[in-house]
């Protein structure tokens, strides 16, 4: 009689044999050291199922979150730095006086305050070099963006240092 | 092949936008398979703890590469399998490929020196499970780590190949031959009426 193979059992064991390969059951049921041998190797398979003794400790998950570097901690620092009163103050100043320089008529703007402060500056050279920059740029849409972003500023600088004041006190 | 998986997406989306909880969920979700890999690898105890640590530092660095081309599972383990590795030639532990060469220690040193165990050993000794544990720690560690992947954490031929870059065929031969190698040795050190009883 040709008895089974190591490799038969445990395919046979793993379920890896053909669900229409009967061979196996019907050697198993006429030979009786083949099922000794099968028997062993479920004593076997049910010792490796076992679940092994070593399992990291509960706190580990904590200690090591504990341990990791904030993810966050750039952009938190870049939000900070955005926000802060320094920036929107400086910020809402350029706003301001980049939207003076570029949409007003400061022959007539100038001249009324010529005319009340007695002042005798010239501001018409830098009105001319800020409007030369924006020609050299020569990028479609940019006025248009500019002024957005200088609204916004403005309305934000606004926002923080007088609606927010008043709100809080 | 892509493996996506909702959970598992949204799990890493989390971890990625910062949320340390998230992570939190991740260890938890893989503690057990990364103890397992680790347990079977690395022999001192005292710094088990410390390769598991390496190894979710190196996830939790790396999760954002991730791009479910394999299951999150297999990916991990795969981190853990390489970092028990580095660590074994670290300290230069042979990690054996084969274990024909471990057959012959097998025979003549363990089962030999088991003899003149103390009373509680040979009280162990009647615990069959033990007895198999005992044998499998003898076995290389790639053997060992492929009979715990596919016994308790029930992984395929082909995901177990994938976690430690081996073809499918090799890791059914070997998980074949250790456990041919484990029966043998079962058999060899107990009686019949001992296996049956």
Not at chain 1, 28 to 54: D, F, H, P, S, V
Not at chain 1, 57 to 71: G, K, Q, T, V, Y
Request: hydrophobic share 40%.
């Amino acid at each position: 009689m040709k008895h089974l193979l190591d490799s038969d059992f445990q395919d046979y064991l793993d379920g890896n044999c053909p669900p229409n390969d009967n061979f196996i059951r019907k050697h198993l049921k006429t030979c009786e050291m083949c099922r000794r041998r099968l028997e062993q190797y479920n004593i076997l398979y049910a010792g490796l199922n076992k679940e092994i003794a070593w399992v990291l400790p509960d706190s580990f998950a904590d200690n090591l979150i504990a341990e990791l570097p904030d993810r966050t901690a750039p952009l938190k620092a870049v939000y900070k730095f955005l926000s802060s009163e320094v920036f929107l103050t400086f910020a809402g100043i350029a706003a301001a006086l980049g939207a003076v320089l570029y949409y007003i008529d400061f022959q007539v703007f100038m001249q009324f305050f010529y005319d009340i402060f007695k002042l005798e500056f010239d501001f018409t050279p830098l009105r001319e070099e800020f409007t030369n920059i924006i020609t050299l740029l020569n990028l479609p849409g940019l006025s248009f963006l500019l002024s957005g972003v200088l609204v916004l500023l403005i309305i934000g600088a606004l926002d923080r240092f007088i609606i927010q004041n008043l709100i809080r006190t | 092949m892509s493996d996506f998986n909702s959970d598992d997406n949204d799990l890493i989306e989390r971890i990625t936008s910062g949320d340390k909880q998230a992570f939190k969920e991740f260890i938890e979700r893989y503690r057990r398979l990364i103890s397992h890999i680790v347990f079977r690898m690395v022999d001192n105890t005292a710094d088990r703890e410390d390769v598991c640590q390496e190894i979710f530092i190196k996830a939790y660095k790396n999760l954002k590469n991730f791009k479910f081309q394999s299951q999150l599972s297999t990916w991990i383990g795969k981190i853990a399998f390489n970092s028990c590795v580095n660590y074994l030639r670290k300290l230069k532990i042979p990690m054996f490929d084969d274990i024909s060469i471990e057959e012959e220690t097998f025979d003549t040193v363990q089962w030999e020196n088991e003899e003149h165990e103390s009373p509680e050993h040979e009280i162990e000794k009647r615990d069959i499970a033990n007895r198999i544990k005992s044998a499998v720690s003898r076995l290389p560690a790639n053997h060992r780590t492929i009979i715990t992947l596919y016994h308790i954490d029930e992984m395929s031929y082909a995901q177990i190949g994938e976690i430690m870059e081996l073809p499918e065929g090799t890791v059914k031969s070997y998980l074949f031959r250790a456990r041919k190698l484990l029966k043998a040795k079962l058999m060899k050190n107990y009686q019949r009426e001992d296996i049956f009883r």
